[in-house]
């Protein structure tokens, strides 16, 4: 499966932001899917990550409250809306796609993701 993100950009602390990821070729539905993000000089850090089915998913601590991550299995594309955004929020930001779909529970864990998008860029600065 191929992975294009896209809808990063430059927005003031206490904005909001939309991400968005196409999956192209494979079976969308056969995968979980989750964002991550490095910042410069940091190594790559879990944000969200959804089921195969829209179930359960899981949040960093730092995004709890903050982030919404979901899937729209017709159209192959998995959103991060993000809301209250922090300078520290800046980074760049990728989605990836868990082959393993038989995980009752999602990964947090960049290792588990098979395939990856080329990441889109969020800036927050005033």
């Known amino acids: 499966v191929q992975l294009q993100a896209s809808g990063g950009g430059l927005v003031q602390p206490g904005g909001s932001l939309t991400l968005s990821c196409q999956a192209s070729g494979g079976t969308f539905n056969n995968y979980n899917m989750g964002w991550f993000r490095q910042a410069p000089g940091q190594e790559r850090e879990f944000v969200a990550a959804?089921?195969?089915?829209?179930?359960?998913?899981l949040y960093h601590d730092s995004m709890r409250g903050r982030a919404t991550i979901t899937r729209d299995n017709a159209k192959k594309t998995v959103f991060l809306q993000m809301n209250s955004l922090k300078p520290e929020d800046t980074a760049v930001y990728y989605c990836?796609?868990?082959?393993?779909?038989?995980?009752?529970?999602?990964?947090?864990?960049?290792?588990?993701?098979?395939?990856w998008g080329q990441g889109t860029l969020v800036t927050v600065s005033s």
């Open positions: 990836a796609a868990d082959q393993n779909a038989a995980r009752t529970i999602v990964s947090v864990t960049w290792l588990s993701y098979d395939y």
């Open positions: 959804i089921p195969w089915n829209g179930g359960r998913t």
